[in-house]
Each structure stands twice: as structure tokens, then as C-alpha cells.
T-cell receptor
Framework: KAGVTQTPRYLIKTRGQQVTLSCSPISGHRSVSWYQQTPGQGLQFLFEYFSETQRNKGNFPGRFSGRQFSNSRSEMNVSTLELGDSALYLC?????????????FGQGTRLTVV | QKEVEQNSGPLSVPEGAIASLNCTYSDRGSQSFFWYRQYSGKSPELIMFIYSNGDKEDGRFTAQLNKASQYVSLLIRDSQPSDSATYLCAVNPWTSGTYKYIFGTGTRLKVLA
């Protein structure tokens, strides 16, 4: 059974640019969550999607957005990149995201903003 | 108060000893609890989950949950140097339609050979 696939694995972008990250969930998983991980802040929740609907959003500025497609694949977009956006971006997928469901992480996309 | 709290460590234990990792959470309505292991530069890997009060064992790992005390722990028996990693506690509150996992900042474990 294939795991969660995130692409690309590494990205280097310049301040002011925008970036799109992709997450393909485990087959049968319809909930996709996105997290930002930095050494100082740990794992910070960005948003969660289920059946193409955003059900939850974390405390991030509007420059961070996402969407989910009918095949449950999800993308997140960061516009007008800032140096502080440099981080490991992780997606986690689960069957429903409801209670008593386990979430599995992809390998992450390491974004460096210069 | 942070929603999920863990001691950052490092927790150092000798090889073969029991490592005890602790986590407290603030939302009394929390329903499910997870332990992830994260090696440096890698993504978190799910190692245990527990939904009911009491103990749950899986190989060398035992998760313990006490909802009254809002406390969850992970015991690693016969610790090995390969267990050296950061252990993340995560909680799925699943209240008021909240669909997210809340993570602690992790405890760094060092198993000394």
C-alpha cells in the first residue's frame, strides 16, 4: 500500500515569489491536513480538508491557502513568500479525520526562502 | 497554557533501560491520543495510538492514558540506540467539529550505548 506522497521534496524560492506544494494521500484517505514545522515552533496546524471542503483552519495569514481535489489530492499555496516561511511543510492524511482515526505523514517538503 | 505539553528533554537513558515519556493536554473533551517518532530531518512516524483509559501494549512500546488527569505517557522497554529520536505527542480533540491533531513540541530521547 503506497504511503503519503509529497512533492516536491525540496524547494528554494526567493522572497516575494509564490509556491505550490502537493500531497497525494494513502488510497481511501479523504482527510488531508497540512502542518508547518520549524525548530522553534514545532508542528503548527495550517488547515484540514475533507471531500474538497476546508473544515478547519489554523492561525496563519491569508497568504497560506489550500484546496483539495475530487481524488483527495491536496495542494497548498503560499504567496508573497517571506524569509520566515522557510520550514518543513508536512501533510498528514487519514480516512475521515474524525475521532479515533490515525493520521499518517508524508515525507514533507522542505522550503527555503532566500 | 499550551494545549499539549511535553518536556523538551533531552531525556537520556542507558541502553536496555525503560524510557518514560510524558504528555499532558488541556482539552478535557479530547478523544484520541497518538505518539509519533521523528528522526532528525525526517517526517513523523506513527508508533502508538490509544483511545481508552488504561494501558495499550505493542511490542516494546506501552501507551498509558488517564483522561481524569489529562495525561498520556509512552514507555519504551529495552531501549535501543536506534530509539534515539524526538517523540511527539498528538491529541485529536474532535469537539465542536474540530478536525485537527494538536501536537506537543516533542521530547528528545537519547539512548546511550
Amino acid at each position: 500500500k503506497a504511503g503519503v506522497t509529497q512533492t516536491p521534496r525540496y524547494l528554494i524560492k526567493t522572497r516575494g515569489q509564490q509556491v505550490t506544494l502537493s500531497c497525494s494521500p494513502i488510497s481511501g484517505h479523504r482527510s488531508v491536513s497540512w502542518y508547518q514545522q520549524t525548530p522553534g515552533q514545532g508542528l503548527q496546524f495550517l488547515f484540514e480538508y475533507f471531500s474538497e471542503t476546508q473544515r478547519n483552519k489554523g492561525n496563519f495569514p491569508g497568504r497560506f491557502s489550500g484546496r483539495q481535489f475530487s481524488n483527495s489530492r491536496s495542494e497548498m499555496n503560499v504567496s508573497t513568500l517571506e524569509l520566515g516561511d522557510s520550514a518543513l511543510y508536512l501533510c498528514a492524511t487519514s480516512t475521515t479525520g474524525n475521532r479515533n482515526t490515525e493520521a499518517f505523514f508524508g515525507q514533507g517538503t522542505r522550503l527555503t526562502v532566500v | 497554557q499550551k494545549e499539549v505539553e511535553q518536556n523538551s528533554g533531552p531525556l537520556s537513558v542507558p541502553e536496555g533501560a525503560i524510557a518514560s515519556l510524558n504528555c499532558t493536554y488541556s482539552d478535557r473533551g479530547s478523544q484520541s491520543f497518538f505518539w509519533y517518532r521523528q528522526y532528525s530531518g525526517k517526517s513523523p512516524e506513527l508508533i502508538m495510538f490509544i483511545y481508552s483509559n488504561g494501558d495499550k501494549e505493542d511490542g516494546r512500546f506501552t501507551a498509558q492514558l488517564n483522561k481524569a488527569s489529562q495525561y498520556v505517557s509512552l514507555l519504551i522497554r529495552d531501549s535501543q540506540p536506534s530509539d534515539s529520536a524526538t517523540y511527539l505527542c498528538a491529541v485529536n480533540p474532535w469537539t465542536s467539529g474540530t478536525y485537527k491533531y494538536i501536537f506537543g513540541t516533542g521530547t528528545r530521547l537519547k539512548v546511550l550505548a
